[in-house]
């Protein structure tokens, strides 16, 4: 059967893939219960949409960091991306280019950086977890701006790994015939086997956990690559990213796979946006999986969205064509609800073209510091 919305990729990934893996692209942390409301929190924003416009041309064009893309719609992080697919990231990277999209290329992919850069042209990000050791990081930063990455983004919610159980029930570790192939050469490449999950034991190991504000301007000083704070979550925090300068902001939780009972990002993101008062852009990630849920990001202020388990999903059923069909299908969507609102760019989509339960009982009390 054809498949018509990127959701229904989880369903032939399930029957495709190993159980161990599977889960490991699906779980959230402990009882999974910001995993719903991630989707189910885009449901209680509902449209205002005009009437009567002329919508014969679309434009989704957007700029980030200042560089063209054709919609604001684009790649988050997802690790082991060759667990679904034997072209894993190669798969991704050329499906974001040809869908004139940004990729973001995770460190922990199963392909490096030179081998995604590779793959011909294309505006790629690199994201960043930090090592305890620095030169790792220093070398690996490095070898991103070489390989011609854009911009980092840097990961902040993971000082160590949230619990999965389905992870430490599966005892989860890479297979034996794939690496992390960033640390392939600095002989961190390989996930020991544990007793619970090999993941969360290697993030104990190697992730530093000391990680602070000072880094984010430490990395200011071996990179000239602007830097997108991944992992914001409220106002207190994006101000502070805006002071320690931060390019951006990416308003996430890591896919509901950190710590659990955090709001959905879609709830989270007006209050930073408000913080970040237009001296950066805010990114969203989290649950996107509709074009109408692309609108409603916007709306609330997001410069633009990324997806990241339709992209593993579709990887796991139709490598390369599945990945771009879900860009497309997304693509599509965005741009009809965009017809249907009367907006005809970017610039025309406003907080006046949705209403959120929230708007009924008033503003959110201003946070206290
Ligand atoms: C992730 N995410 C993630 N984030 C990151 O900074 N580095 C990483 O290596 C990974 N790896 C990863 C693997 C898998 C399987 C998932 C599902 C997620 C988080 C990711 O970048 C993003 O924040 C979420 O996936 C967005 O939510 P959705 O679109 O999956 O709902």
């Known amino acids: 059967m054809e498949v018509t919305n990127i959701t229904e990729y989880q369903a032939i990934a399930k029957e495709k893939l190993p159980k161990m893996a599977y889960d ?15 989707r189910y929190a885009f449901s209680k924003i509902l449209f205002r949409p005009r009437i009567l416009i002329d919508v014969t041309k679309i434009d989704m064009a957007t700029t980030v960091l200042g560089f063209k893309i054709s919609m604001p719609i684009m790649i988050a992080p997802t690790a082991f991306q060759k667990m679904a697919h034997p072209e894993g990231e190669y ?7 040809a869908a004139g999209t940004i990729m973001t290329l995770s460190s922990w992919a199963t392909s490096s950086v030179e081998e995604v850069a590779s793959t011909g042209p294309g505006i790629r990000f690199f994201q960043l977890y930090v090592y305890k050791d620095r030169n790792v990081v220093a070398q690996l930063v490095r070898r991103a701006e070489r390989a011609g990455f854009k911009a980092i983004a840097l990961t902040v919610d993971t000082p160590r790994l949230g619990r999965r159980e389905a992870d430490i029930k599966n005892r989860f570790t890479l297979p034996p015939f794939l690496t992390l192939k960033n640390f392939e050469g600095l002989d961190l490449g390989k996930m020991d086997e544990a007793a619970d999950s090999g993941l969360a034991s290697y993030v104990a190991g190697q992730i530093d956990r000391s990680l602070s504000w000072k880094d984010v301007k430490w990395l200011q ?44 990002t879609i709830m989270a993101l007006e209050e930073v946006v408000k913080a970040a008062q237009g001296r950066v852009p805010v990114f969203l990630d989290g649950g996107v999986r509709r074009g109408t849920d692309v609108f409603k990001a916007l709306a609330l202020g997001a410069s633009g969205i990324f997806i990241g388990r339709p992209v593993v999903f579709s990887l796991a059923a139709e490598g390369e064509a599945g990945v771009r069909k879900v860009l497309q299908m997304l693509r599509d969507e965005f741009e009809l609800t965009m017809a249907l609102s009367g907006c005809r760019s970017l610039k025309e989509i406003t907080r006046q073209h949705i209403m959120t339960e929230w708007d009924a009982s008033g503003p959110l009390p201003a946070p206290r510091l």
């Open 91 to 97: 798969a991704t990277a050329r499906a974001a280019s």
């Open 221 to 264: 000083t071996i990179t000239k690559l602007p830097i997108l704070v991944k992992g914001v979550l409220t106002a207190e925090d994006a101000r502070l990213s805006v002071q320690a300068g931060a390019a951006g902001i990416i308003v996430s939780n890591h896919g509901a796979r950190q710590l659990d009972y955090v709001p959905a």
């Open 24 to 38: 490991y692209y699906a779980s959230g942390a402990e009882d999974q219960w910001t995993l719903q409301e991630n």
